[in-house]
């Protein structure tokens, strides 16, 4: 019976919908306001999701990051976790069907599970690529996976994946940090990377406590234009793992 509903998910996911974005939830927590704002003195505890996002477009399944496994990391941060690779697999999309997979930046929580999707293309901007791999406090294993890969593209400031989907360096939040915009027929989406960690970041126009170059990260926050819909990667209204945003037939 199982069987039988992963073909039927894997049937839809494929050939129902000619263009998707889906929402992939895998953990929650409290962060502290220090990290998320700049400049923040109060320390508050907020609450803060853990995510990734998932685009289907015709014979393409692209992820855009991949969430982590590190069990001392679940610990560290205290998350209510869930395998981000059993949610994928639970909504009928296994590790070999992923064909392509946008790397925002290096931090262990977009990138670690890059190294379960053998067949991917990865996509990531060559600063943060070379300041990962070099970096003595990386996780080993992705790291040497990403050294030998032979599916690696890298991009200097921007990159187009597709006609509708862009990448584009910001290099506020990390040496190589990236967003990501997404042009369907009626609706436009900006996916922030931690440029903007939660929805405060945008409304207040604070920029995040944790980055490489704050202005850069700043530039980017008030250029922002309002016929995007964004996209945080730690700040959703969404309880569900796996949700919908946007299906085009």
Known sequence: MKILYLIILTFVNFYMFSESLYGIRYGESYYSSKYIFFNDKDSRLLPFDWLFYLIKKNN??????????????????????????KILKENGFETDSITDIIITHSHFDHIENVLFFKNARIYIQEDELNYFINNQYSNKRVAEFLKNSKNIITFKDTYKLAENIIIKKIGGHSIGSSVVEIYFKNKKFLLVSDEM??????????????????????????SIKNDFEILFFHWTEQKKDFFSIYEEQ
């Open 60 to 85: 393409r399944i692209i992820l855009i990051d991949c969430g982590f496994y590190s069990e001392n990391l679940i610990k560290i941060f205290e998350i209510n976790y869930k395998s981000p690779i």
């Open 197 to 222: 960690y939660i929805k405060d970041n945008l409304t207040k126009k604070i920029g995040v406590g944790t980055f490489f170059n704050h202005d850069k990260n700043m530039d980017f926050i008030k």
